[in-house]
Each structure stands twice: as C-alpha cells, then as structure tokens.
C-alpha cells in the first residue's frame, strides 16, 4: 500500500529565506507526483506535476525535484515571503489509475 | 467557468441526522471523486465516480454513499452521521480515470460537524 509522508509537519521561518519541504513514498511504482498548496479554510491548488520520467518542474520561484528510484520529493522555495504561508501537500498517482495518494501536509508560516 | 462547486461551505448536525453533500463540476469532466481531510492524516479517497454511471468505493468508504446524478454532479450522503465523520470534505474531477495522469481540481471544501 503506498503511503506518503511529509517532513517536516510545521515550518517556521523569517521572510527572505529559501527553504526545502520534503515528501517521500513508499512504493515507486508512480506515474505522477503533485504538490498542492492550501490556504485556511480553502481548497487545494495544484502548484507542480512531475511526471515520473521527469527530474523537476521549476515556477517562478519554487521549484520540484523528483528522485523516483529513493521515493523522494522536495519543494524548494526560494526567497520566501509571507504570501508563502499555508500548507503544502505532496500527492503521488500510482502508476494505473487516477486515484491520488496524499501526505498529511507541512505548514509553512513566513514571518515579516 | 465555476470549475469545481461544492454546497454546502458549512454544516452542523447532530449524531444520527442525514445530509447529502453536493457536488457539480463545470469542466466537461468524466471522473470525480470525494475525500475527507483530518488533521494530520492528509486526504483519504470516500469514494469515487471513474465515468458517469459508476461508483467506486475508495480508502475509506463505510458511512457513506454517493450519486452520480449525470455528468456534472456527484453527491455524497451521510445516512446516520457519527461525530466520527467530522472533517472537511473536497470534491474533485478530472478529465479522466485510468492510467495516463490526468490532473485532478478540486472545490472549496465542506467543513461539516457531527455533534
């Protein structure tokens, strides 16, 4: 059963600093990996999709890596800003199907 | 282009009542889906709608039951709520099921509380 986690859980950092969030899978067997982004009392908004046959996906300022062989994922956000405060979930799709498997998320707070 | 709506934003009910959560989608999308979010365990599928006029149950189905009313609408029910079913609930589409990675959208969410 794939499972999916996220480290860490909560993140607290000054505005300016650039910073990594981490997602890992347990089963490689993926077609994609998504990473999310939500706000408090909001729905999710896609940010990222890396297919599986892909090594990173860059949008402005953020930035996906993925290393499907070691189940891992990072987010890298450069030059964080408040605007940058929600949660961030990582979700993979196995490899058949369209069924997403999610981490439970990490909260990122970016302090003026 | 409303993309994925949900009614309603909130709701409270008490142990044993019923609701129906709906769902419609704007996109043109053959698959949708229900999740519920807890704090701390992500999303976990309820159930999903692979193309109008079937059902799936997902990771986490007992409790629950859904409609797939036409192809813009799926709803899902609550028959005897339990506190148990507290959570936030999202609906989602996508274009399709099956292999081939079709992105998913999501709606704003139901918070929903069982007292």
């Known amino acids: 059963k794939q499972e999916v986690t996220q480290i860490p859980a909560a993140l607290s950092v000054p505005e300016g600093e650039n910073l990594v969030l981490n997602c890992s899978f347990t089963?490689?067997?993926?077609?994609?990996l998504q990473w999310f982004r939500q706000d408090p009392g909001k729905g999710l908004t896609s940010l990222l999709l890396?297919?599986?046959?892909?090594r990173e996906q860059t949008s402005g300022r953020l930035n996906a890596s993925l290393d499907k062989s070691s189940g891992r994922s990072t987010l890298y956000i450069a030059a964080s800003q408040p605007g940058d405060s929600a949660t961030y979930l990582c979700a993979v799709r196995p490899q058949y199907g369209n069924k997403l498997v999610f981490g439970a998320g990490t909260i990122l707070r970016v302090k003026s | 282009n409303a993309g994925v709506t949900q009614t309603p934003k909130f709701q409270v009910l008490k142990t044993g009542q019923s609701m129906t959560l709906q769902c419609a989608q704007d996109m043109n999308h053959n698959s949708m889906y229900w999740y519920r979010q807890d704090p701390g365990m992500g999303l976990r599928l309820i159930y999903y709608s692979a193309s109008e006029g079937t059902t799936d149950k997902g990771e986490v189905p007992n409790g629950y039951n859904v409609s797939r009313l036409n192809k813009r609408e799926f709803s899902l029910r609550l028959e005897s709520a339990a506190p148990s079913q507290t959570s936030v609930y999202f609906c989602?589409?996508?274009?399709?099921f099956g292999w081939g990675g079709y992105e998913q959208y999501f709606g704003p969410g139901t918070r929903l509380t069982v007292t």
């Open positions: 989602a589409s996508s274009e399709r």
């Open positions: 089963d490689s067997a993926i077609y994609n």
């Open positions: 890396i297919q599986s046959s892909q």
